[in-house]
């Protein structure tokens, strides 16, 4: 069943060749925990995401009624509650076309273990960093301490989630906080980019900090992931697809600016082996390696609103596609993909300060006292982030030929990948998205500010 669907059902999410299943029982189970008065009485379904928003899970918003009646009370209490279930795609085709199982895979590691264990080690850490400011301990440099609370320096910027397991998530519905998406087509305005690079340093820091605190548990967590993609096995399986990447993009590039000739022959032996670069990009290692987003784009970030117009909070959302890989591949992944070139021109260097603040409040706090040590001093650090942007910025080109197309087109243009089908996939699917000339200025754009500023 696609994303296109938009009839609502009673009690039965799944037909019944899905590979999840959903009933009333299993709801019962996960909300009683939280409410042990709790009786659901039914629930509803309808579309959680529209065409072009997502390719690689189902989604689907669940609006459940029900009532409590705590103990000895014969008054019942109405109840209702939303959530969002993120399941396997049913058909098998689609599944394996996108390798879907094994990136839901990451997503329940990361749901299940590497966000209980950043959120219990953030707060172990500033916890003690408290403790130590308190008793005036001999810290090998003075640490200013909020609490968490009042610092929002944990990173907590996700959905709260209620179950995951490798075939199933069920998660907080952000809707009703009042969060909402951006607009695709628009993009990220330089105030949305710097709220998401602030939630990223955060994220970033945990990782970095972590590593520092417990190298050999980090190493697992990392080796519970999976390259969703840039792995040197998929070459194959994803060579065609690419190819026709790079051809878009080459030639988007050649229609807007002919006279380029020095630039085309540039990006054409860059795109030679566009896939292989993307590989060996993902897999250097490097001093600033944590566990990235991997999919840091428009669709994937939500924000609140306060009523003075200001961004209140951001949420990430979509985690399938985490890595183990230098943080400055979200960042190029999220700049790239998600702003146009005039933006760029004169935010860029703010935006990447931005970040760098961030990230070294954050790491004060976390490796408590231990800045220095680690990573020399706050301008080091800041060199030592622009040198692995200027190399990663590739990446966010390699990424921008596939998501810039997906992004600027109409919801009626997007490709409509969950079709039915029975063949057998053995490749991915391709998806002829119609060219429009705002990702052929934007693929452009990049492509111009790459070669110029000597970064390809």
């Known amino acids: ?19 999840s299943h959903l009933d009333l029982e299993l709801l019962q189970r996960l909300f009683v925990k939280f409410e042990p008065d709790l009786t659901i009485d039914s629930y509803e379904e309808a579309q959680g995401s529209g065409r072009g928003d997502n390719y690689t899970a189902a989604l689907f918003r669940i609006a459940l009624k029900g009532h409590t009646q705590p103990a000895g009370s014969s008054k019942k209490l109405k109840w209702e509650k939303s959530v969002i279930c993120k399941r396997l795609p049913d058909c098998k085709i689609k599944r394996e076309a996108f390798k879907s199982e094994a990136l839901f895979r990451n997503e329940v590691v990361f749901y299940n273990t590497i966000m209980p264990e950043y959120i219990d080690f953030q707060r172990r850490q500033m916890t003690s960093v408290a403790r130590a400011e308190t008793r005036g301990t001999d810290c090998e440099e003075p640490v200013q301490w909020e609490s968490p609370t009042e610092s929002g320096d944990i990173f907590q910027a996700v959905p709260q989630c209620y179950l995951a397991r490798d075939d199933l998530l069920v998660l907080e519905d952000l809707r009703v906080r009042s969060f909402t998406m951006p607009n695709r087509q628009a993009g990220l305005g330089s105030k949305q980019l710097e709220a998401v690079l602030v939630e990223l340093a955060r994220f970033h820091a945990t990782s970095l900090a972590y590593k520092q605190r417990h190298p050999s548990e980090f190493q697992k967590l990392t080796k519970a992931l999976v390259e969703g993609i840039f792995s040197q096995a998929n070459a194959e399986w994803y060579r065609k697809y690419y190819d026709v990447l790079t051809r878009n993009a080459i030639q988007m590039v050649r229609q807007t600016v002919p006279e380029k000739k020095e630039h085309l022959a540039k990006l054409e032996e860059f795109l030679g082996n566009c896939f292989g670069h993307l590989v ?3 897999n250097r290692e490097s001093k600033l390696s944590v566990i990235c987003h991997g999919d840091c784009w428009t669709n994937n970030v939500l924000f609140r609103y306060g009523e003075d117009g200001a961004i209140a909070e951001t949420c990430l959302v979509d985690f399938q596609l985490i890595r183990y890989g230098s943080l400055a591949l979200d960042l190029a992944y999220l700049i790239y993909c998600c702003t146009d070139g005039a933006l760029r021109k004169t935010n860029l260097q703010h935006w990447l300060q931005t970040y760098h603040r961030q990230l070294v409040r954050s790491l004060r706090l976390l490796l408590a006292g231990q800045f220095e040590r680690v990573f020399g001093t706050e301008k080091l650090l800041w060199e030592l982030i622009n040198e692995e942007f200027k190399v990663c910025s590739r990446f966010g080109l390699g990424t921008a030929m596939d998501m810039l197309p997906i992004s600027t087109c109409s919801s009626e243009e997007a490709p409509d990948l969950y079709a039915s089908g029975t063949e057998t ?11 429009n000339e705002m990702c052929r200025q934007k693929m452009t754009d990049l492509v111009l500010e790459l070669i110029d500023g000597g970064m390809l």
Do not use: C, F, H, Q
Request: no cysteine; charged share 20%; net charge negative.
């Open 1 to 19: 069943m696609g994303l296109n669907g938009s009839e609502s059902r009673k009690d039965s999410i799944t037909s019944s060749t899905s590979s």
């Open 280 to 282: 060996e990009l993902v």
């Open 425 to 435: 996939a053995t490749t991915p699917p391709e998806l002829n998205v119609p060219p």
